[in-house]
């Protein structure tokens, strides 16, 4: 009796272990720091977020399977030229030097850049948007009244009132919130997977965490897979095929250990060349050129770590879960 009770309690923890670290959120980079990025699919060469050089696999994944969906509607290379030149724009955010700035600049003349090709959503044109701010970190509630902006979907998030982003983020989460929308209307899902697919696109780009310090991801290729696998027919699938490339998402079981404790906010961009390479979600850094920001405000709100607050909660739910399904059943 006493070896079935060990046996039990062991392969529960065991399961209890795994299912802990697969909630893990990944930390993907500073919040003030830039890297220079040089891209292969995007023919770019500029600074970007270090948090959105942290998901190039990510982002080069959608932009490769949009544009190859867009071949197959138009049969024309100029739609995918414009069209790669309009979604690495919108992807890839531009850091403004010595400044705490970021841009999205797009092709001028947007709407009509895009007129000769059909299938393209015009509403990519809407953000374009300079001088939006790097590296404060807001409610995404204040951020929503600040702009006088009203969510279709992404307002469904659990942690809705409690998330905090940057204002670069809150405009291109405008974006995906209308990518939702746009989803939701053209594919039947279930509730349950509909919850699952705002969750899964509006948590894409992390959120401020460790005193606003940097960013995590809380998002990851098992919901990815989950949404793929149990939401869709195959028809609605080939449809939402470039943003379910799962393969690019990060293994919640593989990710690294979040580190612990303040980190300074970086003074300098790092001269760091990003290579898009296959499933990878780093970003390889050099020496710090001498480009400066400017004098980055030092009364950023106290935001908890919701790894921490995760770990807690995780291993009370376990203890009080093994506890009782040893008295009843082992």
Same mark, same amino acid.
């Given at each position: 009796m006493a070896r079935t009770a060990y046996l039990c309690l062991l392969f529960f923890l065991l399961h209890c272990f795994v299912l802990v670290v697969s909630c893990n959120p990944l930390d993907i980079g500073a919040i003030r720091s830039c890297v220079r990025y040089q891209g292969s699919i995007c023919d770019i060469d500029y600074f970007i977020p270090e948090s959105v050089a942290n998901l190039t696999a990510i982002k080069d994944a959608f932009i490769e399977g949009v544009i190859m969906q867009n071949e197959i509607v138009n049969n024309e290379r100029n739609c995918?030229?414009?069209?790669?030149?309009? =979604?690495?724009?919108? /992807?890839?955010?531009?850091?403004?030097?010595?400044?705490?700035?970021? #841009?999205?600049?797009?092709?001028?003349?947007?709407?009509?850049?895009?007129?000769?090709?059909?299938?393209?959503?015009?509403?990519?044109?809407?953000?374009?948007?300079v001088n939006l701010t790097l590296g404060e970190c807001k409610t995404i509630e204040t951020l929503t009244a600040e702009n006088?902006?009203?969510?279709?979907?992404?307002d469904r998030l659990e942690t809705w009132t409690s998330d905090y982003i940057t204002e670069w983020m809150f405009n291109y989460l405008k974006k995906i919130d209308e990518d939702v929308e746009i989803t939701l209307q053209n594919i039947?899902?279930?509730?349950?997977?509909? =919850?699952?697919?705002? /969750?899964?696109?509006?948590?894409?780009?992390?959120?401020?965490?460790? #005193?606003?310090?940097?960013?995590e991801l809380t998002t990851n290729q098992t919901d990815c897979l989950f949404i793929r696998d149990s939401c869709l027919s195959s028809s609605h699938l080939n449809f939402l095929e470039p943003e379910l490339e799962c393969d690019s998402w990060p293994d919640a079981i593989q990710l690294p250990t979040i580190p612990t404790g303040l980190t300074d906010p970086p003074t300098t961009f790092n001269e760091t060349t990003t290579s898009t390479t296959s499933n990878s979600t780093s970003a390889t850094s050099t020496s710090p050129t001498s480009t400066q920001f400017v004098t980055l405000p030092t009364n950023t709100p106290t935001i908890p770590s919701s790894a921490t607050i995760h770990h807690i909660s995780s291993l009370l739910i376990i203890l009080l879960v093994v506890l009782s399904l040893y008295h009843n059943f082992c």
């Open positions: 995918s030229l414009r069209l790669s030149k309009l =979604l690495c724009a919108g /992807e890839y955010p531009q850091c403004i030097e010595e400044e705490d700035k970021v #841009n999205f600049i797009l092709p001028e003349n947007c709407t009509q850049f895009l007129s000769t090709c059909s299938g393209i959503q015009e509403h990519y044109c809407d953000y374009a948007t006088n902006h009203s969510f279709k979907n992404c039947p899902m279930s509730e349950k997977c509909q =919850l699952k697919y705002i /969750e899964f696109k509006c948590s894409s780009l992390g959120r401020c965490w460790d #005193n606003g310090n940097r960013l």
